[in-house]
């Protein structure tokens, strides 16, 4: 039986440009991407804050996938906007504009009947909000934990503090390095696992997902796609199916997150290859079930 996920971070307008097109106020944001694809999996429960530009199209997104939306707060002004630009290296976004808006005073105040959830994902907020989250939760099962390279950089201390009380961390590469202040992923790797989470995983875009626990160490590639038009949106739709695939799966062991990681990869894989929301929104559970097997074929071999 699947438990519920608490999904915590930003809902946005983004404005997109790649080399294979561009589009304008797309609905979009960490929390977002990650609810949708965790939607698949599991009951979703979103905390976040919208302005008065968010309307019913966007609100129909959630209860198309049933996501829980007692938690999505509403605040006079506008919601959170970016605007970012790919070449052809889809890895990195440049970022060109950030509007936080609304965003900026988030402050998120958990409902009673959310407090209890098992499985907790926290997008890539201010870590001192990050940790206001947990304080609110009861004794949740797994909480898994995403930053970036603006906290990294602004924040580190109370980075690693938050880190310090969750069980998985999920950041890209350019972050591990950064943050443990190494060039070598692996050393880089350990020296975050020994902040204290119990596993790492870093997603490295077209490279897959590498996953590190002290003990041992789980590569995934990614799906080879011969249409990829935007990357945005793909490393919060990875949490989403890897925390989904957890929590209906209900064991926590490293053959669930080994499957999550592939589940995770599946999701990211889908989201790559149209704009927006627009394939996650337009899938079924077969189409996930299908790829998550062309994935193991992908991968498989014989001892000899």
């Given at each position: 039986?699947?438990?519920?996920?608490?999904?915590?971070?930003?809902?946005?307008?983004?404005?997109?440009?790649?080399?294979?097109?561009?589009?304008?106020?797309?609905?979009?944001?960490?929390?977002?991407?990650?609810?949708?694809?965790?939607?698949?999996?599991?009951?979703?429960?979103?905390?976040?804050?919208?302005?008065?530009?968010?309307?019913?199209?966007?609100?129909?997104?959630?209860?198309?996938?049933?996501?829980?939306?007692?938690?999505?707060?509403?605040?006079?002004?506008?919601?959170?906007?970016?605007?970012?630009?790919?070449?052809?290296?889809?890895?990195?976004?440049?970022?060109?504009?950030t509007q936080l808006n609304?965003?900026?005073?988030?402050?998120?105040?958990?409902?009673?009947?959310?407090?209890?959830?098992?499985?907790?994902?926290?997008?890539?907020?201010?870590?001192?909000?990050?940790?206001?989250?947990?304080?609110?939760?009861?004794?949740?099962r797994i909480v898994a934990?995403?930053?970036?390279?603006?906290?990294?950089?602004?924040?580190?201390?109370?980075?690693?503090?938050?880190?310090?009380?969750?069980?998985?961390?999920?950041?890209?590469?350019?972050?591990?390095?950064?943050?443990?202040?190494e060039s070598n992923l692996?050393?880089?790797?350990?020296?975050?696992?020994?902040?204290?989470?119990?596993?790492?995983?870093?997603?490295?875009?077209?490279?897959?997902?590498?996953?590190?626990?002290?003990?041992?160490?789980?590569?995934?590639?990614?799906?080879?796609?011969?249409?990829?038009?935007?990357?945005?949106?793909?490393?919060?739709?990875?949490?989403?199916?890897?925390?989904?695939?957890?929590?209906?799966?209900?064991?926590?062991?490293?053959?669930?997150?080994?499957?999550?990681?592939?589940?995770?990869?599946?999701?990211?894989?889908?989201?790559?290859?149209?704009?927006?929301?627009?394939?996650?929104?337009?899938?079924?559970?077969?189409?996930?079930?299908?790829?998550?097997?062309?994935?193991?074929?992908?991968?498989?071999?014989?001892?000899?």
């Amino acid at each position: 039986m699947s438990g519920s996920i608490l999904i915590v971070g930003s809902v946005a307008f983004d404005s997109v440009k790649t080399p294979f097109g561009e589009e304008d106020d797309i609905f979009g944001g960490t929390a977002t991407y990650s609810s949708v694809s965790a939607s698949f999996f599991s009951p979703v429960r979103l905390v976040a804050v919208v302005g008065d530009d968010f309307g019913e199209k966007e609100m129909d997104v959630f209860r198309k996938h049933k996501v829980d939306t007692e938690g999505l707060t509403r605040m006079p002004g506008k919601t959170f906007r970016w605007k970012g630009e790919y070449g052809y290296d889809l890895n990195e976004a440049r970022t060109l504009d950030t509007q936080l808006n609304v965003f900026e005073k988030f402050d998120p105040v958990i409902p009673e009947q959310y407090r209890s959830s098992e499985y907790v994902f926290l997008g890539n907020i201010d870590p001192d909000l990050q940790l206001s989250v947990l304080q609110q939760i009861k004794r949740p099962r797994i909480v898994a934990c995403d930053s970036m390279n603006y906290w990294i950089k602004g924040k580190p201390e109370a980075v690693k503090r938050t880190f310090s009380h969750v069980d998985i961390v999920v950041i890209n590469e350019a972050e591990t390095r950064m943050l443990a202040n190494e060039s070598n992923l692996v050393r880089a790797a350990n020296k975050i696992l020994a902040m204290g989470p119990k596993t790492l995983i870093v997603k490295r875009g077209e490279y897959g997902v590498l996953m590190f626990n002290g003990t041992s160490v789980f590569a995934a590639p990614a799906f080879p796609l011969e249409d990829v038009f935007d990357p945005t949106g793909a490393g919060d739709s990875f949490a989403g199916g890897f925390m989904g695939a957890l929590a209906q799966e209900g064991t926590v062991n490293e053959r669930a997150f080994r499957r999550g990681i592939i589940y995770g990869s599946v999701m990211a894989s889908f989201n790559v290859e149209q704009f927006g929301l627009k394939r996650l929104t337009g899938l079924t559970r077969s189409d996930i079930d299908s790829r998550f097997y062309q994935f193991k074929a992908l991968t498989h071999f014989e001892e000899l």
